[in-house]
């Protein structure tokens, strides 16, 4: 079945970064964008950007430009987002999700904590 | 950017009702409009698509309509399982803006 499978929970200090990966399986890595998706506790959902992993092309929410890259490992089936310059309020739960137009399925999400 | 708002922000039911939420976009995206549904401490869940869609596996209780700028989401029968957030999502530019969401909880 399709899956997207992320990385574990990381604990870093302001002005640090954080890469997060997200493998996929179960389809051609190729063939689906790859989103990026952040909800801090007991708030909404916040699309950051996304990869089309077939030509490398990305897309950023213009909050997070020149902060956030999303890049690829195409042999690995796996897509990466890394956010620097990290501050108390980017303290979140970070998900990858499949799709262009819809997106699905999503992966379990990342916890990222932002503290000194 | 487009914004996307929900009402109610949250309402109280119970098992067996009819619910509406309904989602607007401050510009018309004709019907390029998805549904969320997410439960306490997992990731969220498509339940339609493409404003009236219904993803596979979703039950048939669940139902979405609407174009241009107001859509509705209805659960026909409010099952137990049902209480969760739901999340409005446009995906007709980037970015891809989601509504605040709509909590449904048990009256």
């Known amino acids: 079945q399709v899956q997207l499978v992320q990385s574990g929970a990381e604990v870093k200090k302001p002005g640090a970064s954080v890469k997060v990966s997200c493998k996929a399986s179960g389809y051609t890595f190729t063939t689906y964008d790859i989103n990026w998706v952040r909800q801090a506790t007991g708030q909404g959902l916040e699309w950051m950007g996304w990869?089309?992993?077939?030509?490398?092309?990305?897309g950023y929410a213009q909050k997070f430009q020149g902060r956030v890259s999303i890049t690829r490992n195409t042999s690995i089936s796996t897509t990466y987002m890394e956010l620097s310059s990290l501050r108390s309020e980017d303290t979140a739960v970070y998900y990858c999700?499949?799709?262009?137009?819809?997106?699905?399925?999503w992966g379990q999400g990342t916890l990222v904590t932002v503290s000194s | 950017d487009i914004q996307m708002t929900q009402s109610p922000s949250s309402l109280s039911a119970s098992v067996g009702d009819r619910v509406t939420i309904t989602c607007r976009a401050s510009?018309?995206?004709?019907?390029?409009l998805n549904w969320y549904q997410q439960k306490p401490g997992k990731a969220p869940k498509l339940l339609i698509y493409?404003?009236?869609s219904l993803q596979s596996g979703v039950p048939s209780r669940f139902s979405g309509s609407g174009s241009g700028t107001d859509f509705t989401l209805t659960i026909s029968s409010l099952q137990p399982e049902d209480f969760a957030t739901y999340y409005c999502q446009q995906s007709y530019s980037t970015p891809r803006t989601f509504g605040p969401g709509t909590k449904v909880d048990i009256k």
């Open positions: 990869m089309n992993p077939n030509s490398g092309n990305t």
């Open positions: 999700a499949r799709g262009s137009r819809t997106i699905d399925p």
């Open positions: 510009q018309s995206i004709s019907n390029y």
């Open positions: 493409a404003a009236s």
